[in-house]
T-cell receptor, first 111, second 114 residues
Framework: EPEVTQTPSHQVTQMGQEVILRCVPI?????FYWYRQILGQKVEFLVS????????KSEIFDDQFSVERPDGSNFTLKIRSTKLEDSAMYFC?????????FGQGTRLTVV | AQSVTQLGSHVSVSEGALVLLRCNYS??????LFWYVQYPNQGLQLLLK??????LVKGINGFEAEFKKSETSFHLTKPSAHMSDAAEYFC????????????FGSGTRLQVQP
């Protein structure tokens, strides 16, 4: 069964460093998303991407964040200068129609 | 703006008992509703979805949910709990085409006692 793949599964970074989280969405999906889940809290929407541009973003998705689809398969989330409060599980998701399919997540720890 | 409220952050049932996880939504337009399950240290798995067709929706692992517009509810049920059902369950809502961003509830942790 096709699935959304995320790498790495864990990432530890120092405060102020840049990180890139990578995702390979399901191949025939057209809509891509990033969500995050701070430990013990609800899942929060960050950004959606369609037709090579951002279609929707939340107030969390500020200038520190950017997304890119550099080729036909990868979808990345970049955090330019990480802060302690960016520590969370980051989920990539994709859909073709209704009902997003999520990856296993990348646990980002900022120290 | 849309929102969902999940009543009960923790639910404990005995193996073989009925599972009922509650979700109420708030939306100014007809919503699309979803239930996701998250096992420890794993991602979110889509259990089922309501997209304005049948109001009773069947999902994976024997779960089902009924959309009740009059009660603005989308409760998740399973007739007989299994130990493997122990996980966190999230209700989510989106609007418009259903491809818009999901708004999640705060989750309900289901414990299944032997």
């Amino acid at each position: 069964e096709p699935e959304v793949t995320q790498t790495p599964s864990h990432q530890v970074t120092q405060m102020g460093q840049e990180v890139i989280l990578r995702c390979v969405p399901i191949s025939n999906h057209l809509y891509f998303y990033w969500y995050r889940q701070i430990l013990g809290q609800k899942v929060e929407f960050l950004v959606s991407f369609y037709n090579n541009e951002i279609s929707e973003k939340s107030e969390i998705f500020d200038d520190q964040f950017s997304v890119e689809r550099p080729d036909g398969s990868n979808f990345t989330l970049k955090i330019r200068s990480t802060k302690l409060e960016d520590s969370a599980m980051y989920f990539c998701a994709s859909t073709r129609d209704r009902g997003a399919f999520f990856g296993q997540g990348t646990r980002l720890t900022v120290v | 703006a849309q929102s969902v409220t999940q009543l009960g952050s923790h639910v404990s049932v005995s193996e073989g008992a009925l599972v009922l996880l509650r979700c109420n939504y708030s939306s100014s337009v007809p919503p699309y509703l979803f239930w996701y399950v998250q096992y420890p240290n794993q991602g979110l798995q889509l259990l089922l979805k309501y997209t304005s067709a049948a109001t009773l929706v069947k999902g994976i692992n024997g779960f089902e949910a009924e959309f009740k517009k009059s009660e603005t509810s989308f409760h998740l049920t399973k007739p007989s709990a299994h130990m493997s059902d122990a996980a966190e369950y999230f209700c989510a809502v989106t609007l418009d085409t259903g491809r818009r961003a999901l708004t999640f509830g705060s989750g309900t942790r289901l414990q299944v006692q032997p």
